[in-house]
């Protein structure tokens, strides 16, 4: 949010000549990065959560929830 704010502000310096471009380029890359690092943590958190193709209850589990699990260990 405060890259948007001060690239809004760069843009708006910019246009009226009391600032120059290489600010607005500056303020353009930092709001680059850190939608970048928005984009990547949605992505990691995404790959946090189990979910099934199916509705249903399982049986009983072999781990309990805050386990950290490897790939291909069984669940339940």
Known sequence: RLARISFDRARQLT????????????????????????????????????????????GLRKVSPGDVVSAGQDLV
Do not use: C, H, N, Y
Request: hydrophobic letters at 40%; charged letters at 30%; aromatic letters at 2%.
């Open 15 to 58: 246009e009226s000549g009391a600032t120059s471009k290489s600010r607005l380029d500056q303020a353009s890359a930092d709001l680059r990065v850190a939608q970048a690092m928005a984009d990547s943590a949605k992505t990691r958190l995404d790959k946090t959560a189990l979910r099934a193709p199916f509705d249903g209850v399982i």
